[in-house]
């Protein structure tokens, strides 16, 4: 398994029942905090982490999981389409990956 799916596992697993998320940059996992209203549901990442991930460098892919293992929503590919980067979302329940491209 690629080095950043471990870390980003390993994240999603220490925030379950809510979804984890975080940014890849330069083949690097940078965790970030969701501070969605509703965090088990959704995800939303927090701006001065993803700001402090993009300073290292080009923001790559973002990275959620979905804890309850639900396929990829009308509202990912949506976000994927207009953030115009690869989303990977690891689903707990199966440990099984996704990966969506705009």
């Known amino acids: 398994m690629q080095g950043f799916k471990c870390n980003a596992k390993r994240h999603a697993l220490a925030e379950t029942p809510k979804e984890a ?25 927090d701006p001065r982490d993803y700001l402090k991930a993009r300073m290292k460098g080009k923001i790559q892919a973002i990275i959620h999981s979905h804890p309850e293992g639900s396929n990829a929503s009308p509202a990912d590919h949506k976000a994927c389409s207009q953030l ?19």
Request: hydrophobic fraction near 40%.
């Open 21 to 45: 998320c975080g940014v890849l940059v330069d083949n690097t996992y940078f965790p970030c905090r969701n501070i969605a209203d509703y965090p088990d549901k959704d995800f939303v990442l």
């Open 84 to 102: 115009k980067l690869p989303w990977y979302i690891y689903l707990i329940p199966q440990d099984k990956w996704l990966i969506i491209n705009p």
